[in-house]
């Protein structure tokens, strides 16, 4: 096979239904490598859709997703090897795309990126966005980790996505739920104890191609505070001052520099506080909570298909946005839906472009601890934050539901978020 047919086919492993589709309108012959055990049939059926083939593999069996990419870029021919999914399969899956020569990026820059251990330590290294924070490699030594730094701290584990694991410690009460919610859940360390970042926070989204970053987008986050910090809205574009925007800048560029990251999209998360903007944490692919809806209602820009026209080798042309977007998301009680009305107005009014609502009468809704129980969302469109907020608010006004609310409980102080 000649070099340019290599070069459009694409190996994505854990890719979203729209990833393919877009890849293939990019003009991508694509394969795909999925988990079934975290997705229904439905699902897989819609990434087999517009792949080449769909493969099939446990993400637990790291030695298995090596041998399946390697069959797989050996057998088709396949010129780049991308995950864009959760970050807990990327080790094996990079570094064997590395191992074969096809991977755009070193898997050491994905790992101290999406590694907050080591983004940390690689930002203290250079001086870069300082936090005073420890590692600690087992829960019991994390508790010495946090006698070590004045309190309220902020602790978690180093390697999870998802927010999971993540808590604000207080005082001792909050250490000792901490430790059992992690042991619980299995979340293992190392863990990373750091100085509790005050200040409005942001997430800066980023697309890279030959080593130069280019901002595409920064949202700001709205969230419940402490104990949980569950977002309940984000809007897109953040209003910032030109100062304010080009300490954001700097800061992301100047980690995705030291990490030595060279293509795709990154999610980097940023506490603009009293000293400067300080980075929170830093993830090789996109922004959830439909950020990448938002960058598309407020420019016109599709982030996701972005990429693959990237890789394709035209240039990056960051959005100036036109709107302001913003996703709102519904909190509420825990307990038995007896009925809830609204939907259909809210659907009706011509500045939503979607609601998502899971729940029907008759579902338990869980209590809101973390962004996985929140109650659904709703995105809409406006032409300043102001008006975004009004209409937000407008949203959940409508939204009339009744619940049976489920037995009172005590709340830990030191909850996962």
Known sequence: ???????????????????????????????????????????????????QELLLTDFGDEAGLRTL?????????????????????????????????????PAAAVGALNDKAAMRALLAARGLSPVRSRTAGTAEEAAAAVAGLPLPVVVKPARASGSRGIALIRDADDLGEWTARVTE??????????????????????????????????????????????ETAHIHPAPLGPDERAALHAVVIGLLDLAGYRFGPAHTEVVLTAHGPRI?????????????????????????????????????????????ASVGFFLLPAGRLESVTGLDAIRA?????????????????????SSATRHG?????????????????????????????????TTPKGALR
């Not at 059926?45 to 517009?50: G, I, Q």
């Open 1 to 51: 096979m000649n070099r340019t047919a290599a070069s459009r086919r694409l190996l994505m492993v854990m890719p979203y239904s729209q990833f393919v589709r877009k890849a293939a309108e990019a003009g991508f012959e694509v394969w795909a490598i999925w988990d079934p055990s975290l997705r229904e049939q439905a699902y897989l059926d819609e990434v087999a859709a517009h792949a």
């Open 280 to 324: 929170v944490e830093s993830q090789t692919r996109l922004g959830g909570d439909r950020i990448p809806l938002l960058i598309e209602t407020a420019s016109d820009y599709d982030i996701e298909a972005a990429i693959f026209r990237t890789l394709a080798g035209a240039p990056v042309e960051p959005p100036a946005p036109r709107h302001t």
């Open 349 to 369: 009014l011509p500045f939503v472009h979607v609601l998502h609502f899971p729940f029907r009468p008759g579902d338990e809704l869980p209590p809101t601890t």
């Open 377 to 409: 969302y709703v995105v809409v469109d406006a032409e300043s934050p102001a008006e975004a907020r009004g209409r937000i608010a407008r949203v959940r006004g409508l939204l009339r539901a009744d619940v049976r609310e489920a037995a009172l409980t």
């Open 69 to 105: 990419i390697a069959e797989t870029v050996r057998a088709h021919g396949i010129g780049t090897v991308l995950h864009l999914g959760a970050e807990e399969s990327m080790p094996p899956a990079l570094a064997e795309a590395e191992a074969l020569g096809v991977s755009p990026n």
């Open 185 to 230: 859940a299995g979340l293992a360390g190392p863990y990373l104890v750091e100085e509790y970042l005050e200040g409005p926070e942001y997430s800066v989204e980023t697309l890279s191609a030959d080593g130069e970053h280019h901002v595409i987008g920064i949202t700001a986050k709205q969230t419940t505070g402490a104990p949980f910090f569950v």
